[in-house]
């Protein structure tokens, strides 16, 4: 009989709830702080960024929220998505070791990321919301929510750090085609863009600083309000369809993963996928590592101190006790500009703090390795992010053949690479560096936290 390779739910199939991991934590995540006073934030705090539906999930004790049925309809445009096990790859690593993959790259921005935006704008459109802001990175984010937007006919305006503005031209025309408005960042539309324009004309912009702008835009407008497309509760929460199919997927495949591995930025699609298997490893059920994997150049987790800092470099947010490089870091441009934030979603953080997971951090150059490796196996060319848990998946796999360990490793394809194909090229041309970020500048960094007692 031919061997199984492909692991498709029905549409039936598709979840019918997220699942929210915290009640079933042994302790609860520390709740943000406001700035000025270091109390908690109430909803009222945050009403005027966010619709009172994702406020109330993101403070949400209840284990499982039905998905809205408008929701699940737009879901089922590209969900479930596939699960496959990677036979060649294993066949050409000689390995005993069984690897799957959770694919995102189907739907219609290539990644995870429309899992939250379409929820995202249901909820606005629902909550008479005119126009969302945003910030983007690598471009992903801002097309999974000029996408959404236009379904639920808001208008989306995004500001794209300037750097990947730059250099990735057709993630700004994808954004475009959807409907989204896009801005460089920084930009002289906001105070927080123009003092930074101020100190340097020739800023690359960061995840922080275009957080800021979208920030401040939504918190000066009525019919305007700001999505987040990772970080937060509400966002992993939506995520988590991705490891609730995947564990219906992996019964079908008969295997239950010994490694969930996943790559972090902000933490959404790893936790996505890892925090059903979680909540079955909390019950017992299942004996597992949930690893996450960052670069060396941004190493949130594995280098960052756990403590209160902003998710901006303004300091507009409330105070997020998370991972940290410290709120004004600028990284060096590694092409996963997806994985290059400065802090780490707080509930990721916490549970790592719980010794509930493990973290590593990977060059950049040998995951582009791992990629090619993937894309000539499997014939799949990831995103520059993903290949960061492909590089730990194979060294995993490698080891396995040393010791003849029958590893199961699940990893999470969080999207492809098609409008990445430069950082491929300057790959295969042998020019992409590795860097790691200098102990200097972490501890420079900590020198500026808003509140170093918290
Ligand atoms: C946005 C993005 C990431 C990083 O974000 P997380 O919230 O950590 O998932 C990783 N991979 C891809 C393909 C992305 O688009």
Same mark, same amino acid.
């Given at each position: 009989?031919?061997?199984?390779?492909?692991?498709?739910?029905?549409?039936?199939?598709?979840?019918?709830?997220?699942?929210?991991?915290?009640?079933?934590?042994?302790?609860?995540?520390?709740?943000?702080?406001?700035?000025?006073?270091?109390?908690?934030?109430?909803?009222?705090?945050?009403?005027?960024?966010?619709?009172?539906?994702?406020?109330?999930?993101?403070?949400?004790?209840?284990?499982?929220?039905?998905?809205?049925? %408008? *929701?699940?309809?737009?879901?089922?445009?590209?969900? /479930? +998505?596939? !699960?496959?096990? @990677?036979? =060649?790859?294993?066949? $050409?690593?000689?390995?005993?070791?069984?690897?799957?993959?959770?694919?995102?790259?189907?739907?219609?921005?290539?990644?995870?990321?429309?899992?939250?935006?379409?929820?995202?704008?249901?909820?606005?459109?629902?909550?008479?919301?005119?126009?969302?802001?945003?910030?983007?990175?690598?471009?992903?984010?801002?097309?999974?929510?000029?996408?959404?937007?236009?379904?639920?006919?808001?208008?989306?305006?995004?500001?794209?750090?300037?750097?990947?503005?730059?250099?990735?031209?057709?993630?700004?025309?994808?954004? %475009? *085609?959807?409907?989204?408005?896009?801005?460089?960042? /920084? +930009?002289? !539309?906001?105070? @927080?863009? =123009?003092?930074?324009? $101020?100190?340097?004309?020739?800023?690359?912009?960061?995840?922080?600083?275009?957080?800021?702008?979208?920030?401040?835009?939504?918190?000066?407008?009525?019919?305007?309000?700001?999505?987040?497309?990772?970080?937060?509760?509400?966002?992993?929460?939506?995520?988590?369809?991705?490891?609730?199919?995947?564990?219906?997927?992996?019964?079908?495949?008969?295997?239950?993963?010994?490694?969930?591995?996943?790559?972090?930025?902000?933490?959404?699609?790893?936790?996505?996928?890892?925090?059903?298997?979680?909540?079955?490893?909390?019950?017992?059920?299942?004996?597992?590592?949930?690893?996450?994997?960052?670069?060396?150049?941004?190493?949130?987790?594995?280098?960052?101190?756990?403590?209160?800092?902003?998710?901006?470099?303004?300091?507009?947010?409330?105070?997020?006790?998370?991972?940290?490089?410290?709120?004004?870091?600028?990284?060096?441009?590694?092409?996963?500009?997806?994985?290059?934030?400065?802090?780490?979603?707080?509930?990721?953080?916490?549970?790592?703090?719980?010794?509930?997971?493990?973290?590593?951090?990977?060059?950049?150059?040998?995951?582009?390795?791992?990629?090619?490796?993937?894309?000539?196996?499997?014939?799949?060319?990831?995103?520059?992010?993903?290949?960061?848990?492909?590089?730990?998946?194979?060294?995993?796999?490698?080891?396995?053949?040393?010791?003849?360990?029958?590893?199961?490793?699940?990893?999470?394809?969080?999207?492809?690479?098609?409008?990445?194909?430069?950082?491929?090229?300057?790959?295969?041309?042998?020019?992409?560096?590795?860097?790691?970020?200098?102990?200097?500048?972490?501890?420079?960094?900590?020198?500026?936290?808003?509140?170093?007692?918290?």
């Amino acid at each position: 009989m031919a061997e199984q390779t492909k692991y498709l739910l029905d549409e039936s199939e598709l979840p019918t709830h997220w699942y929210n991991l915290i009640p079933d934590l042994p302790a609860p995540p520390p709740p943000p702080l406001h700035p000025a006073t270091n109390e908690p934030v109430g909803p009222a705090d945050l009403a005027p960024l966010f619709p009172m539906a994702l406020i109330l999930q993101e403070v949400s004790t209840d284990s499982y929220i039905e998905i809205p049925e %408008e *929701v699940r309809d737009v879901y089922r445009l590209w969900r /479930p +998505s596939p !699960l496959y096990r @990677a036979r =060649r790859l294993e066949r $050409a690593l000689g390995t005993p070791a069984r690897i799957y993959f959770k694919y995102e790259g189907v739907s219609p921005a290539g990644s995870h990321k429309p899992n939250t935006s379409v929820p995202q704008a249901f909820y606005n459109a629902q909550e008479g919301i005119r126009r969302l802001t945003t910030e983007t990175g690598a471009g992903q984010w801002g097309t999974a929510l000029a996408f959404a937007s236009s379904l639920f006919g808001i208008e989306c305006e995004v500001w794209q750090v300037r750097a990947s503005y730059d250099q990735k031209p057709y993630r700004k025309s994808m954004m %475009e *085609v959807f409907g989204g408005v896009v801005h460089p960042s /920084p +930009s002289d !539309l906001t105070e @927080a863009g =123009r003092k930074i324009l $101020a100190d340097d004309p020739d800023s690359p912009g960061s995840l922080g600083i275009a957080i800021s702008e979208a920030v401040e835009i939504a918190a000066q407008n009525d019919d305007t309000r700001y999505a987040l497309g990772s970080v937060l509760n509400h966002v992993l929460l939506h995520q988590t369809v991705i490891g609730e199919e995947a564990i219906t997927q992996m019964a079908m495949a008969g295997d239950t993963p010994d490694l969930v591995v996943g790559c972090v930025g902000g933490g959404s699609n790893f936790g996505g996928l890892a925090f059903p298997f979680l909540r079955e490893k909390l019950k017992g059920n299942l004996d597992c590592e949930i690893r996450a994997v960052e670069p060396a150049a941004c190493p949130t987790l594995t280098r960052g101190i756990y403590t209160y800092d902003f998710g901006d470099t303004a300091g507009m947010t409330p105070l997020l006790k998370m991972h940290t490089l410290g709120h004004d870091f600028v990284p060096d441009p590694i092409h996963a500009g997806g994985l290059r934030y400065h802090g780490m979603s707080p509930l990721i953080s916490h549970v790592y703090e719980l010794g509930l997971m493990t973290a590593e951090a990977r060059q950049q150059s040998e995951c582009f390795a791992a990629g090619v490796q993937f894309a000539r196996t499997e014939g799949i060319v990831p995103a520059p992010e993903p290949t960061h848990a492909l590089a730990s998946t194979i060294d995993e796999a490698r080891r396995c053949a040393e010791t003849g360990e029958e590893k199961v490793i699940l990893t999470a394809l969080c999207g492809h690479g098609h409008l990445d194909l430069a950082a491929y090229d300057k790959y295969l041309a042998g020019d992409v560096q590795d860097f790691d970020y200098p102990q200097e500048r972490i501890d420079e960094a900590l020198t500026r936290l808003p509140n170093p007692d918290l």
